[in-house]
């Protein structure tokens, strides 16, 4: 079995500002520090959050080529800029595909943490719902009504108190921002993520 874990996302307390400073700690460090593991064809890194993975030059791959890991370096799957955690990276692009052919088997478990809005007071459970490929925004989360789609997301509960519960996490299905999208519409939305829910006093308290 193959395991994918991250954190989603970044806890942008301060929203940007935080993001930022985590980043340059980041950078501050040498780049071997974030490879985890590595072979002929590829190599996995711990993605910093508020890191790209492609756009520009303080991006994740800008980052591994600078520092001669690979000048033909790709992402064999993705994370958002917000989000830490464990990437697998293609060093020849030969591999991509049969990379990205072994992440979509069932064998391979995508696996998150994240800090979600409120109280959540089941234990257990699977988010369900049909949402959209495209990002949408906190005014539709799901998306229009044609071009919903299948998801899947379970969780589990690990703790939280009256403002906030920390989840467990995992996906089948891998639709464009489906965690924060069924969190939002579970009405638990992912704290620092902006893109589907408004900023509340509270979540810098936490």
């Not at 890194?45 to 303080?58: A, E, I, R, S, Y």
């Not at 939280?160 to 999208?181: E, F, M, P, W």
Request: net charge positive; proline share 6%; aromatic share 4%.
């Amino acid at each position: 079995m193959v395991v994918l874990a991250a954190w989603l996302p970044a806890l942008l307390f301060g929203h940007a500002r935080l993001g930022t400073a985590r980043m340059c700690e980041a950078l501050a460090r040498p780049v071997s520090q974030l490879i985890l593991a590595q072979a002929d064809e590829w190599i996995v890194v711990n993605k910093p959050p508020g890191t790209p993975v492609h756009d520009g030059p303080l991006s994740l791959l800008a980052l591994l080529k600078g520092a001669g890991i690979g000048e033909e370096c790709a992402p064999v799957h993705r994370l958002d800029v917000e989000t830490s955690g464990v990437m697998l990276v293609a060093t020849r692009p030969q591999a991509v595909a049969r990379l990205q052919k072994a992440l979509a088997a069932p064998t391979t478990l995508k696996d998150y943490r994240a800090v979600l809005r409120g109280r959540m007071h089941a234990a257990q459970g699977v988010w369900k719902k049909k949402i959209s490929t495209k990002s949408e925004g906190r005014r539709n989360p799901q998306g229009s009504t044609q071009d919903r789609v299948n998801a899947q997301t379970r969780y589990e509960l690990l703790g939280g108190n009256a403002h906030a519960s920390v989840a467990h996490l995992t996906i089948r299905t891998g639709r464009t921002h489906q965690i924060r999208k069924h969190a939002a519409l579970a009405g638990h939305p992912v704290i620092g993520c902006l893109l589907y829910t408004s900023p509340s006093p509270r979540d810098g308290l936490l």
